[in-house]
C-alpha cells in the first residue's frame, strides 16, 4: 500500500476517532450540566420548604400548643365550671380566647398549606408523617364515628370544609415591609371581627358546644380527647428535641 493512502487512511481514523471523542465528551458535558442544574433545582427547592418550614413552625407550634393547653384546661383543669360566678370580663375572655385558639389553628394550617401546595421536607418519610398528622387532627374533628361506632361526641364537631373555611377567614396578607405571604390575624382583630355576622357565623357551632359545657357542667368527651391527642403528636413532631415546648406541656388527657 502506497504510504500515501496509508497516510490518509491513519488521518481519516484520527479524524473520526477525535469526532468520537468530541461527541462523547460534548455528551458527558450535557449529563453533567443536566445533573447539576437538577442538583441545584433539588436543593433550591428543599431550602426554600426549609425557609417556609422554619418561617412557619414556631406559630404552627404555638397555635397547637395553646389550642392543646385550652382542651386540657377544659377536659382536667375544669376553666369552664362555676362560669356564673366569674366576671363578665373574665366571662367574654374565655369565650372569645377559646374560640380564637381553635381559629388560630386551622389559619396556620390553612396557610401552610396554600404556601407548601407540594409539600416536600427532602424526605419521603417525613412528608407522609406530617401530612398524616394534619388529616389526623381534620378527622378528629370531623368525624362521626368511634372506635367503629356512630357514636361520636358531637362537640367541637367540625367537617373539613367547615375548619378550612375557618382558616381562610383567619388569613391576612403581609405587609409591605415584611416577607411575602400570608399571617394570621391576631387576638383584638380577631374579637373585633367577631361583631361582623358574615365573621361570626362560622364560629356558632363552637360556641354553642361552649354554652353547652357551661350549662350542663360537661367537660368534653372523646372527641375533645381524640383532638387533643393528635396535637400532642404534632407537637412532637415539630419539636421533637423540646427545644421550644418543654415536655411538661405535652401530657395526654388519659
Not at 442538583?39 to 397547637?64: F, G, V
Request: glycine share 4%.
Amino acid at each position: 500500500m502506497k504510504p500515501e493512502v496509508v497516510t490518509a487512511i491513519i488521518a481519516a481514523l484520527v479524524a473520526v476517532t477525535s469526532a468520537i471523542v468530541s461527541i462523547y465528551g460534548q455528551m458527558r458535558i450535557t449529563q453533567l450540566s443536566d445533573r447539576l442544574a437538577k442538583q441545584r433545582e433539588a436543593e433550591s427547592r428543599e431550602a426554600q420548604t426549609s425557609a417556609l418550614m422554619s418561617k412557619y413552625r414556631d406559630p404552627l407550634l404555638r397555635s397547637a400548643i395553646d389550642l392543646q393547653s385550652r382542651l386540657f384546661n377544659i377536659r382536667q383543669n375544669r376553666v369552664l365550671q362555676n362560669f356564673d360566678q366569674r366576671c363578665l370580663s373574665e366571662q367574654d375572655y374565655l369565650i372569645s380566647n377559646t374560640l380564637y385558639v381553635f381559629a388560630e389553628y386551622f389559619g396556620w394550617v390553612e396557610i401552610l398549606r396554600r404556601e407548601i401546595q407540594f409539600l416536600d421536607l427532602g424526605d419521603l418519610e417525613l412528608n407522609r408523617r406530617l401530612s398524616e398528622l394534619f388529616v389526623n387532627i381534620t378527622k378528629a374533628f370531623g368525624t362521626n364515628r368511634f372506635n367503629g361506632k356512630d357514636n361520636f361526641d358531637p362537640t367541637f364537631q367540625l367537617f373539613n370544609g367547615e375548619q378550612r373555611a375557618i382558616g381562610e377567614i383567619m388569613m391576612k396578607s403581609r405587609s409591605a415591609e415584611q416577607m411575602l405571604g400570608y399571617e394570621c390575624i391576631g387576638y383584638a382583630a380577631f374579637v373585633q371581627k367577631m361583631s361582623d355576622p358574615d365573621f361570626a357565623r362560622w364560629f356558632i357551632k363552637l360556641k354553642e358546644d361552649l354554652d353547652v359545657i357551661i350549662k350542663e357542667s360537661k367537660i368534653g368527651g372523646e372527641r375533645l380527647i381524640s383532638i387533643h391527642t393528635r396535637l400532642i403528636d404534632l407537637i412532637d413532631f415539630l419539636d421533637p428535641r423540646c427545644v421550644r415546648i418543654p415536655l411538661k406541656y405535652r401530657t395526654k388527657i388519659e
